[in-house]
């Protein structure tokens, strides 16, 4: 027998209100930290918006961001849908980088663009969806806790791609562990150069064609998740593992394809920093992308719009962030990560803080009427 | 005038707009055993809650032996002398009877000198109603019906009054039951005072003194047993005239439909989960499987439905085997396609995913019907109109196939199921608990619709706990007990009797 179900919060206030509130609860403490180190908070939050949304070229830098995120975001929603928190991303992201690093050393010689192009993104898929293969089929058929391993695998791809560019694939001669610059086949197109040769006008920045790659694979997402048989397969298999099993669905094998597809997305992000940006591949390039995408997925709830707005606060925040520290040196760089994990910490961990006061404050004013 | 030992005066209390509890009125005579009966969801648990001191009250009184009493958690409601057992018994399985039993009222820093004084005390009420348990056995290795004694026992042992039991009898055997309503009885007239929670009209009869029916939070009866029978009770309580009868004519079966040899199943640890199990059951035909939870129905029906592999013995299906399938989809699968449907026993944790909306679960099981897709993609459309057609043949309520299919009542949870099973137009039909938590007007619903299929000639095999149904409903009853079937019964000849006999493990056939 159950009791009765207390009410809970209609849909759109939990999808609207609730993210706002606990966004402003962050950028309150932000304010308080802030003020306590000797700056105006309200200035700083000014500086921070203009600087990543004030002029155009900010903008720019704030999509380029977003972009990254945006694929990462998605690759963790991917995982989360099947029940699985994939803390890979890092690691595959990373490997998904060696993939398109191999690709173009190897022919940016030899094939034109078009050709290039789409090979690069294969094998950013490919080798992102490879090193999450090895974590979804020991949790599949092993039952290692896929957690574990895939923060595992980071550490492990961190040492790998260390050896492999120091080693193998460092431009020779190069002091710096980094690879030689890639042929301009091999550059995503920037989106001021796009924008221009249909008449448009903005300014230079890193942004590129990966961005209308992420938002299609927005909307793919979207189609695939909820309107195909294997995303009806992932989200049963997640939601509900003993159903999964009585419906016929072989768990097993989803979750080896979600963490698959998930890797492939991770890796996809590699394209927007090597191929759109640095044109070469750094040691540590990823600089962290993996862990936001698990902030992203997480504020965004799993679903693609959620995702790409997540995707660009944290993009306005990296790039506003950047402007800030210039601007004022006592915001250093860990002072915005302190910001981010404010964030993270009220849209994600403490997600439902204000949740029963929001819904008794509904029922208060819905009982009235 | 009567004294009473409970009285409940316009109790009412809300969860957000639901209105669990109405005006709530009841008084409970000392020494009496009083039932609550109810349908799913008509407010008897949430009413113990708040005479247990879980819950506040919004408004109304309480009073307890006259005084009026403020309950405001469960430790105020046993020093008043209200003790519960709970359905799901709250017992640590590695301790003794009495260490569990003074767990929370150890009485002092050094467990010794309690233990001692405790187990004296213990001792006394053992004998003094007839209780019968080992103070020294631990927890976890005595039956359920002992268990049960042992939650008794811990409220005496506080000194409790007044005695409530929620739904006591829902894991036990006939002869466990039996049972436990001696001890209930010696309890009043040794002046204690029982209420009990129950959904099982017969246990009402049997043994209450009086009744409160309640309905959608409200009672709509206070009654003395003597003056009501089983129909009356009903009509209560579902508030319009109920046919508690299933009309079944008798019908000749046609061809063997799934034949089962010596089937066995042995889990990791080498535990025998189910020995020897063989039957068959034919077209036309419903087959019941009588026996206390527990006892290798589930395990049976995982098998069948190919959620389990066996590691022994033959299973047939229309004179093909299908003990292993040999193919790269899931066994489940292939076997819903041979025609197998399945409404398992556990249908929130099983058959349905409470968190997608109904139009998903309604293909549950079928995600792969082509009449389902347009290209790669589904047919939203089509699923939709899928999920209205069985809301309007089986009168799920309410019937809006976007609404979560957690927000419906166990009744039309269950209905959803057994929509989306019987559409696929299965010729085996395995049946779990059809209607655990389902109320009666849905239960009447569910059986003639699991007649019709009979009678349109499907094979239905039956898991229930509920003996009634079982006999009220199968051709043929097999029971099982420990894994193993310990005897079978034709339907019509079964006796309560016979069946708690095989269910403990009787005399093997």
Redesign the interface.
Request: aromatic content about 8%; proline content about 4%; hydrophobic content about 35%.
């Given at each position: 027998m159950k009791f009765g179900q207390p009410s809970t919060l209609p849909r759109w206030a939990q999808l609207t209100l609730l993210p706002v509130l606990n966004l402003s609860a962050a950028l309150l403490v932000t304010g308080l930290v802030t003020w306590l180190i000797g700056e105006n908070p309200l200035e700083c939050l000014h500086l921070l918006v203009v600087g990543a949304l004030g002029y155009g070229e900010g903008i720019g830098y704030t999509l380029f961001y977003t972009t990254g995120f945006i694929f990462v975001g998605l690759a963790v929603a991917t995982a989360a849908h099947a029940g699985l928190f994939n803390i890979g991303g890092e690691g595959q992201a990373y490997l998904g980088g060696l993939g398109v690093t191999l690709v173009v050393l190897s022919f940016d010689h030899v094939l034109p663009f078009w050709i290039l192009m789409p090979l690069c993104l294969i094998g950013a898929m490919l080798f992102g969806a490879g090193w999450a293969l090895i974590p979804a089929w020991l949790q599949a058929k092993r039952g290692s806790h896929i957690v574990v391993t895939t923060i595992m695998f980071n550490f492990i791809a961190y040492s790998l791609m260390l050896y492999l560019i120091s080693h193998h694939l460092i431009e020779p001669g190069s002091q710096n562990p980094t690879t030689r610059e890639f042929g301009h086949n091999a550059w995503m197109p920037a989106m001021s150069d796009m924008l221009a040769a249909i008449g448009l006008t903005i300014p230079p920045t890193p942004l590129n064609a990966s961005f209308l790659v992420a938002l299609l694979a927005c909307v793919l997402f979207y189609l695939v998740v909820w309107h195909s048989r294997w995303g009806f397969e992932l989200r049963t298999a997640g939601s509900n593992e003993h159903a999964a099993r009585y419906a016929g669905i072989g768990v097993s094998t989803v979750i080896i394809v979600a963490m698959c597809v998930s890797g492939a997305l991770s890796g996809l992000s590699a394209v927007n920093d090597l191929l759109g940006s640095t044109h070469r591949m750094n040691v540590g390039f990823t600089n962290g992308i993996g862990f936001v995408g698990i902030a992203v997925a997480l504020m965004g709830r799993n679903h693609p719009v959620g995702i790409l707005l997540s995707a660009l606060l944290f993009g306005a925040l990296t790039q506003g962030g950047l402007e800030l520290s210039l601007d004022k040196p006592v915001i250093t760089r860990e002072m915005i990560l302190l910001i981010e994990g404010l964030i993270i910490l009220f849209c994600g961990a403490l997600e439902n803080l204000f949740e029963p006061f929001l819904a008794s404050l509904f029922a208060r004013f819905t009982q009235r009427k | 005038m009567t004294d009473f030992a409970i009285e409940l005066i316009g109790i009412s209390?809300?969860?957000?707009?639901?209105?669990?509890n109405r005006d709530v009125e009841m008084r409970i005579a000392k020494g009496s055993i009083h039932g609550v009966i109810g349908e799913?969801?008509a407010g008897?648990?949430?009413l113990m809650?708040i005479l247990y001191g879980y819950?506040q009250a919004d408004s109304g009184q309480i009073r307890v032996n006259g005084k009026d009493a403020r309950i405001s958690n469960s430790q105020e409601a046993i020093r008043l002398g209200i003790g519960m057992v709970h359905q799901h018994f709250m017992l640590v399985d590695t301790f003794t009877v009495l260490e569990n039993i003074i767990l929370g009222a150890e009485g002092g820093f050094v467990l010794k000198k309690g233990l001692s004084s405790a187990r004296d005390h213990l001792l006394k009420l053992n004998t003094e109603y007839g209780l019968d348990v080992d103070p020294d056995a631990v927890v976890g290795t005595l039956g359920v019906g002992l268990q049960q004694r042992v939650e008794i026992l811990k409220a005496l042992f506080r000194g409790a009054e007044v005695l409530i039991l929620d739904?006591p009898t829902a894991v036990l055997t006939p002869q466990e039951a039996d049972h436990l309503f001696r001890i209930l009885r010696t309890l009043r007239e040794q002046g204690k005072t029982v209420i009990l929670i129950t959904h099982k009209l017969r246990e009402v009869i049997d043994i209450t003194d009086a009744v409160t029916v309640m309905r959608a939070g409200t009672v709509v009866g206070n009654v003395r047993t003597s003056d009501v029978d089983r129909e009356k009770l009903a009509d209560l309580m579902v508030g319009r005239k109920v046919n508690l009868k299933v009309d079944k004519a008798d019908r000749e079966p046609g061809e063997v439909v799934l034949d089962v040899k010596n089937l066995g199943l042995v889990d990791h640890r080498g535990v025998k989960l189910l020995q020897d199990i063989g039957f068959s059951l034919r077209a036309g035909e419903i087959v019941g499987i009588a026996g206390v939870a527990g006892n290798g129905q589930s395990e049976l029906m995982q098998v069948l439905?190919?959620?389990l592999e066996p590691t022994s013995g033959e299973v047939e299906y229309k004179g093909q085997s299908i003990t292993h399938l040999k193919s790269r989809?899931?066994?489940?699968?292939?076997?819903?396609r041979l025609g197998i449907a399945?409404v398992?026993e556990?249908r929130s944790?099983?058959?349905?995913?409470?968190?997608?909306p109904m139009f998903?679960n309604a293909?549950?099981?079928y995600?792969?019907d082509p009449r389902l897709?347009r290209g790669?993609?589904?047919n939203?459309r089509a699923l939709i109109a899928r999920t209205r057609t069985l809301i309007e043949q089986f009168d799920i309520r309410p019937g809006d196939p976007m609404l979560r299919a957690g927000l419906l009542s166990?009744g039309n949870q269950q209905k959803v199921v057994l929509a989306r099973e019987i559409f696929a137009n299965p010729d085996l039909l395995l049946v779990g608990q059809p209607t655990r938590?389902v109320d009666i007007g849905a239960i009447e619903f569910i059986h003639k619709r699991l007649v019709e299929l009979r009678d349109a000639g499907k094979a239905i095999l039956l898991v229930s706990v509920e003996l009634e149904e079982i006999m009220s409903l199968s051709d043929r009853i097999l029971v099982m007990a420990c894994g193993q079937i310990t005897g079978e019964v034709a339907g019509n000849a079964a006796t309560t009797t016979e069946l708690g006999l095989l269910m403990g493990g009787g005399n093997k056939q």
């Open positions: - | 209390k809300s969860f957000g707009a639901v209105k669990a799913n969801g008897k648990s949430t809650s819950y739904e439905a190919g959620m989809e899931p066994k489940a699968k292939a076997l819903r399945h398992p556990d944790r099983e058959g349905l995913v409470k968190a997608f998903e293909i549950l099981g995600q792969d897709m790669t993609m589904y939203r166990g938590g």
